[in-house]
């Protein structure tokens, strides 16, 4: 039976605000409950979960609210009932006549222990008013105030965190326990990301904003000023400076625009105070949470993640035509690898890739960035994402010593070739749809592109144009025209001796129900005919009869696939498209545990 440490909860449920500080780690305490906090009945919003647990030291017992970044620890089922941990890390507010304890860092010692003690509530403190805020003269330690019950406690004004001083003494908030219902409060933290300005025109008139993210030890925030506050406080943030900032408004987060896992942001105000901070030692640089390249096949579209890679290919600068506001807009694809020797397309836009230049193949961190599934998985930057060149962390450091060691070796797999997940846009054993039922329920009619799942048997590939000779330049693939004296790529603005030729397949595939046309492109032929593009037009060059023997051979094999359905017109006609996202060979042992799990099913009872 592990050794709590007894007393603790009642001193955090009695101590001054001075003392605070002094008990925030080291405390072995047994978890006897956790559970998540219903939403708000007005939110429109999704919100992120949040959970109440009670710590005991096996005397007493208290109630105390578990930082958000500590999720994944309940979500993984790291800690439950009757968990022991060590809290590495806490802090305390008080607002409305009220302590809340925030864990912000724990580790685990057991599990599956059992409850520990026979632990009580501490006595009654409702009594006594919460801490008085000290003096700022004053050099001793004051007791809580007291005073006679009136029989009905009087809500006070909320009073933040000591410990950290501020301005004149004033002492800081964590990020983590700013709300709408506190109002003196002072944060001291890392701008991470500070934006462009950006300006709107409508209906209701002309406008500008700007956003910035906030960073402390405990969290994130993002806080946003409009039109004058713009002129007063941009100039005032820079990028991985630390500041006090006080008297801002807290709001619920749009989540519409922000992926920060906080459930409020900051208005910025004429009246918000922003001081820059010189001591910032105590304030992280940047929070992570990385995700492999191999890894995003998890991930659903529009999902934001962080990612870290070399970047292996910059391509050249580009522009689209927004057709929204009809404004073009620079853009420039970045391919970048890691450890799980995949790659992916990320995309920059705007100032960034106007700007970007990366010649020493530097290891670049993303942050936020957005999930796409066009052709397979992407990444993009939005408006929120940071990006670092080279940081200084040891994820960079370890990256960085691999490929110079051995990555430069390592061949690539891209997020196009094909995988057995279930993720959006895989294939998808538990909702596979046959071909009929695709055509019965119009998929792809819609405005929007639908994916479905299937397994289905190639009978027919058109073979007089299954490839087009394309740019060889990674990350190009764009069609190139023969010049007699070299092949050239209009994209790129380059003349080549030889072209590499891609898949462009039409096939059809049939199952039981029926026939559809399905359209592959580099990925879908390597998968076919287990060879490049420019094999098999050498073999179409040099014999024809080997050429048509090779497309029999492809004829009658039954692969999985994940299709995408979508509108196309052409000629004044309009049909649905059925374009191979994934293709995957037939794994007979998945197949058959796949079966054995569905025979051990409800369904199958």
Known sequence: MSQLSAGICRRLNEAPQEEIDQLASGHTVQLL????????????????????????????????????????????????????VIIDKLACNFVQDKRLIIILDLHVVSRNEEKIGTP??????????????????????????????????????????????????????????????????????????????????????????????????????????????????????????????????????????????????????????????????????????????????????????????????????????????????????????????????????????????????????????KVGDFGGRTLSMVSSSIMTISPDIEEAHLLRGWYDGIGTEKNFQSHTSGSSGASFGGFNRNEMRHLSDVKESQLGMSDKAEF????????????????????????????????????KCEKCDKTFERPEYRYIMSMAVADWSGQAWLQGFNEAGLAVFGKTADEVHEIKERNEAEYNALMAQASGVTFNFSCRAKQDTYNDQTRVRYGISRITSLDYHEEAKHLVNLLKSPWAQ
């Not at 029989?151 to 908030?173: F, L």
Request: glycine residues 6%.
């Open 33 to 84: 409950s956790i559970k998540k906090v219903a939403p708000t009945n007005n939110s429109t919003t999704a919100t992120t979960d949040r959970f109440r647990i009670i710590i005991s030291d096996g005397v007493h017992f208290v109630q105390a609210m578990l930082a958000t970044q500590l999720n994944d620890l309940v979500a993984n089922g790291d800690i439950n009932k009757n968990t022991v």
């Open 452 to 487: 479905f799942s299937t397994r289905a048997t190639i009978m027919h590939i058109k073979s007089e144009n299954i490839s087009y000779p394309a740019c060889p330049t990674q990350g190009c693939s764009k069609k190139v025209v023969d010049l007699g004296s070299g092949w």
């Open 120 to 369: 009580t509530a501490p006595p009654s403190t409702q009594d006594a008013p919460a801490p008085a805020v000290l003096e700022a003269t004053s050099s001793s330690v004051t007791s809580p105030a007291t005073s006679s019950s009136t029989g009905q406690a009087k809500p006070i004004q909320p009073q933040p965190r000591t410990g950290t001083s501020g301005r004149g003494g004033r002492s800081v908030y964590p990020i983590e326990g700013l709300s709408p219902y506190q109002n003196n409060w002072t944060i001291k933290a890392r701008v991470t990301q500070k934006s462009d300005i950006r300006t709107w025109s409508n209906q209701r008139g002309e406008g500008k904003l700007f956003n910035v993210t906030l960073m402390d030890e405990s969290g994130e925030i993002r806080g946003t000023g409009f039109n004058a506050v713009v002129d007063e406080l941009y100039e005032k943030f820079e990028e991985g400076k630390v500041y006090y900032i006080s008297k801002a408004r807290v709001n619920l987060a749009k989540k519409k625009f922000s992926n920060l896992q906080n459930d409020y942001e900051l208005s910025l105000e004429k009246n918000t105070e922003v001081e820059e901070c010189l001591e910032t030692t105590s304030v992280p640089m940047m929070k992570y949470n990385f995700v492999e390249l191999s890894s995003l096949e998890k991930l659903e579209r529009d999902n934001t993640c962080d990612v870290i890679g070399v970047i292996k290919e910059v391509g050249p600068l580009s522009e689209i035509t927004s057709k929204a506001t009809n404004r073009t807009i620079p853009k420039r694809d970045l391919t970048i690898v890691d450890m799980s020797q995949y790659s992916v397309r990320l995309t920059l836009w705007g100032k960034q890739a106007e700007q970007f230049a990366a010649d020493d193949l530097p290891v670049v961190a993303f942050k936020g960035v």
